[in-house]
C-alpha cells in the first residue's frame, strides 16, 4: 500500500521564526488536495480540480501521468526522515525538529522536497536474512507523554505537510527503497537529486547529479558531499561503495563485516582488492579459481563468499519499488508557513517536556 500526505498550502503570515535567517514569505490561495491516482493515495479535506493549488494539468497516457522532460538542471531534494527521529539510538521529535528547522532555512529554501518515511514493517527480508539488521533501532513510540497521545508519524507528517512537503510512505518497504527508486525517475525528468540523510547507504548512489547532504552534530550544522568528496577520501568511484561495505560492514545498520572472521582484512586490504577487480562479484569469482592476496583474505573470500554475498543483498538499494514521482512533486515549495508551523511545533515539544517533567515530579512526590 503506498500512503502519500500532500501538502496544504495556506495564506497565514508568520509571526514567529525559529531562525535568525527566516525564510521569504508569500501570499497564497487556500488549495487543498484529496484524490487517488493509480492506486496511491493522496489525503486531505477537499477534492482536487483541474486547475489545482499545484498550478499543473497532468497529462494522462494509458492511465499512466506523464512527466515533463526538463533540460535545467533544477534540484530535487528527498528528506529521509527516520533517521533524523532519533538522538543516538533513542527515539527524539527534538532531534527531528532541530535538524528540518536548519534544512528548510539553510539547505533546500524553496527547491522542491519529497519526504520519506519507512512501512510499518520495513523490509522483513533483510530481517530474515540478518536478524540484527537495524535491530538497536528503537521503533517511535504511539504515546509521547500523558496527555499528548497519537503516532509520532502523525505529527512528522502533519509539520511536513504544513510546510508543502509530501510524504511517502508505502507498507513493507523501507525509506532507502523507496527513495532510491525515485531518485532514478527524477533524474530521468532531467533534474538533479540532493538526499538529506545521515545513512551511509546512499552513498552507493552518488554521482555527477546526485549529491547527499549530511547532519554533523558536532557541527550542528548539514554539510554537502558529493562525488568528489568521495573520490577525495577513497581514490575510487562510488559504484565500488557497496562492495567495500559489504566487507567492512555497516555497524550503524547492525550488518557486521568480515573482521570478526578474518582478523586483519580490514578496509585498507577490502578497498584495495575491490579496486582491482571492481566489484565484490568479480572479487569472488577471481577468488575460486586463483590467489588474489595474502593467504587470510584468500581463505576469506573462498571460505565466506555466501556470507559476503548475503551482505551485498542485505545492504544493496531496491530500484524497483512499486512508486510513481508526481508531476506536482517537482514543483518549487511554497515556504510562506514554514516559520509558524516549526515555531508552533517547538512550542508543542517544550509543553509536552514540561507536561512529562511534571508528571514525574507528582508521582514521586
Not at 127 to 134: D, F, H, T
Request: glycine share 6%.
Amino acid at each position: 500500500m503506498v500512503e502519500v500526505a500532500v501538502p496544504t498550502r495556506v495564506h497565514i503570515t508568520p509571526f514567529l521564526s525559529v531562525s535568525p535567517n527566516p525564510p521569504i514569505c508569500r501570499k497564497i490561495v487556500v488549495t487543498k488536495v484529496a484524490r487517488k491516482i493509480s492506486g496511491v493515495v493522496a489525503s486531505s479535506s477537499s477534492t482536487l480540480s483541474t486547475s489545482s493549488g499545484f498550478g499543473y494539468k497532468p497529462k494522462v497516457d494509458d492511465g499512466q501521468v506523464l512527466l515533463p522532460k526538463k533540460t535545467s538542471k533544477e534540484r530535487v531534494f528527498f528528506l529521509d526522515v527516520n533517521p533524523l527521529c532519533y538522538e543516538g539510538s533513542k527515539p527524539s521529535l527534538q532531534s527531528f525538529a532541530h535538524w528540518v528547522s536548519l534544512f528548510f532555512n539553510q539547505v533546500s529554501l524553496s527547491d522542491p522536497v519529497i519526504a520519506v518515511v519507512d512501512g510499518e514493517r520495513g523490509s522483513e527480508h533483510r530481517r530474515q536474512l540478518l536478524p540484527s539488521y537495524k535491530a538497536h533501532r528503537w521503533k517511535f513510540l504511539r504515546q509521547f507523554s500523558k496527555g499528548h497521545v497519537g503516532r509520532s508519524h502523525g505529527v512528522i507528517t502533519n509539520v511536513l505537510r504544513k510546510c508543502n512537503v509530501p510524504v511517502i510512505k508505502i507498507e513493507g518497504h523501507e525509506a532507502d527503497d523507496v527513495i532510491a527508486t525515485l531518485v532514478g525517475q527524477v533524474l530521468q525528468s532531467g533534474y538533479r537529486v540532493v538526499i538529506a540523510s545521515p545513512d551511509k547507504d546512499f552513498k552507493q548512489l552518488l554521482s555527477e547529479d546526485v549529491q547527499l547532504v549530511i547532519p554533523l552534530e558536532e557541527l550542528e550544522r548539514w554539510s554537502f558531499y558529493t562525488l568528489k568528496h568521495y573520490m577525495a577520501q577513497y581514490n575510487c568511484d562510488p559504484c565500488c561503495d557497496l562492495s567495500l561495505r559489504c566487507i567492512v560492514g555497516d555497524q550503524a545498520d547492525g550488518v557486521p563485516g568480515i573482521q570478526h572472521l578474518a582478523p586483519g582484512f580490514g578496509q585498507k586490504t577490502a578497498l584495495k582488492l575491490i579496486k582491482k577487480h571492481g566489484s565484490l562479484e568479480n572479487l569472488l569469482k577471481t577468488a575460486a579459481v586463483r590467489t588474489v592476496g595474502r593467504q587470510y583474505a584468500q581463505d576469506a573470500l573462498t571460505k565466506h563468499a555466501d556470507y559476503l554475498r548475503r551482505n551485498y543483498e542485505i545492504l544493496s538499494l531496491r530500484r524497483d519499488v512499486d512508486v510513481r514521482l508526481r508531476e506536482e512533486w517537482l514543483v518549487k515549495r511554497d515556504t510562506s508557513n514554514d516559520s509558524r508551523t516549526l515555531s508552533n511545533f517547538f512550542k508543542f515539544l517544550e509543553e509536552t517536556q514540561k507536561f512529562s517533567h511534571y508528571n514525574v515530579s507528582v508521582s514521586n512526590g
